[in-house]
């Protein structure tokens, strides 16, 4: 489908054909373990409960919408990654995905490091005390005030991203006084199998120093001779939501191919290499992504196969899950405002968020699953469309999905798998509130990120 397919949004006004969509599953009220958090389950009544809480107690008690995010399921994801690659490796969460001083705590205290991409986020990082040399700090144009809160704070690395950033870090380094650790990110002409618009490897597009003709070898040349820059790796990013591991095998081939290059030019052997993440998750029961020790090990085999085949010494890995650790630790939890009934075609629910909460759906053309959630029910499957309330019509959330015939207005429903990217992009269109982020752990809920307040949206407006 074209990115440009209708000038008022994706899949405006878009009518499946008979047979199009896939048939209703089994039981409308069964929980696919795969796209749910951990501790999801229904109680005795039919309700939704996460960490022994049902969810009809948490909107009663935070409003809806909401993201409620199970702590239980994060840490213990966490600690997956971490023990899957073990004290020989680093495991960087991608805090794009979503980040919180609550969030930074819980990492800091199962073994993580960060990756932050702006100030605002480093800022998030240091206040929760996460140490700096921990932290990796990314971005294809940080600012000059960014990069010097980075070196003086004493980030463990800066990923450089152009030949105008190698000069920028080393002359801010050099004139703190400081050599900063970094890696040199490289685009090596490898595109994953994802969305256009989210796959970052191949060489039209805006992020890392091409591979080819050269550059990034001259990239390194430069870097090697700054005194304010200590270059210690080679960084690549090959998109993102991949299941596929054959990209991340022919990136690692060029990777160490480009080290064998340096070794031989520079008689050094970098002793970092960064793959990145972009580790695909369930939304839907469809997905089916791989385990961390897959991962660890499927990495592991191929980095080291390629330096013995280069003779090198195999440097030492990093990767940056950021959407595998907290994309399926979240739901976001709606009320049902209206149903809109379409003989012939589906029925339109229409939640109290939208693409404000989740843009997603607009954005990437993504998919998710929904679930009725305040009850269970006997009724019919129904094709359904959950859409929001915002003036647009490609303010969509779940494309298409089948929830009981029976559904009407009050109903609470939740979208799992919104643990990543739906906080952090969401927005104030139509003026809407963002959402609060709610932690439940071991029949406790608080709140880690606050519902937003009309007197927010004004203190910002100076008038």
């Known amino acids: 489908m074209s990115r440009s397919a209708h000038p008022a949004g994706p899949r405006h006004a878009d009518v499946l054909p008979e047979g199009h969509y896939s048939a209703p599953p089994a039981d409308l009220n069964a929980l696919d373990a795969k796209v749910w958090a951990q501790t999801v389950t229904r109680d005795e009544d039919g309700v939704l409960t996460v960490g022994g809480i049902p969810v009809t107690r948490l909107a009663e008690e935070f409003g809806t919408p909401a993201y409620v995010l199970d702590e239980t399921d994060f840490r213990a994801r966490a600690r997956a ?77 800066i990923v450089l991203d152009s030949f105008q950033e190698i000069v ?66 080679i960084h690549s990013h090959i998109g993102s939501q991949i299941f596929d591991m054959s990209g991340f095998e022919v990136a690692a081939h060029r990777v160490v191919g480009l080290l064998k290059d340096i070794r031989d030019e520079h008689g050094i052997e970098l002793p970092e ?4 993440g972009g580790l695909g998750i369930a939304y839907t029961s469809d997905d089916d992504p791989r385990e961390p020790h897959e991962i660890a090990k499927s990495l592991s085999e191929i980095v080291s196969r390629e330096c013995e085949v280069a003779r090198l010494r195999t440097p030492r890995i990093s990767v940056e899950p950021g959407r595998a ?26 939640v109290d968020g939208g693409m404000s909460d989740n843009i997603r759906t607009a954005l990437y053309d993504a998919e998710y699953s929904v679930a009725l959630v305040s ?33 009407a207005p009050g109903d609470l429903i939740a979208v799992p798998a919104t643990g990543a990217y739906c906080r952090s ?39």
């Open 325 to 350: 650790i907290v994309g399926p630790t979240a739901f976001t939890l709606y009320e049902v405002g209206t149903t809109k009934p379409l003989d012939g075609l589906r029925t339109y629910v229409s």
């Open 168 to 233: 920028r870090v080393a002359h801010i380094a050099q004139g703190l006084g400081k050599r900063q650790k970094v890696l040199i990110r490289i685009t090596v002409g490898v595109e994953a199998h994802t969305h256009e618009f989210i796959a970052t490897a191949h060489e039209d597009q805006k992020f890392g120093i091409p591979l080819a003709g050269g550059q990034a070898a001259e990239a390194v040349r430069r870097a090697l001779q700054l005194d304010g820059l200590e270059l210690v790796g």
């Open 375 to 407: 009850r269970t029910s006997d009724a019919e499957p129904m094709l359904a469309r959950v859409v929001g309330k915002h003036c647009e019509s490609g303010d969509i959330v779940v494309k298409d999905a089948f929830l009981p015939a029976d559904l």
């Open 273 to 276: 290499i960064d793959l990145g």
């Open 81 to 157: 990654w971490r023990t899957a690659f073990g004290t020989g490796a680093d495991v960087y969460y991608a805090g794009k995905a979503f980040l919180s001083r609550a969030v930074v705590r819980w990492l800091h205290e199962e073994g993580l490091n960060v990756d932050v991409c702006s100030g605002g986020e480093l800022a998030t990082a240091l206040s929760a005390g996460m140490p700096a040399e921990r932290i990796a700090f990314h971005g294809n144009n940080k600012s000059v005030d960014e990069i010097t809160r980075a070196v003086e704070a004493g980030v463990g690395h």
């Open 425 to 463: 992009m969401a927005s104030n269109y139509n003026h809407v509130l963002r959402p609060p982020v709610v932690a439940v752990r071991d029949g406790e809920a608080r709140v880690i990120v606050r519902r937003e307040t009309e007197e927010d949206l004004l203190r910002l407006d100076v008038g």
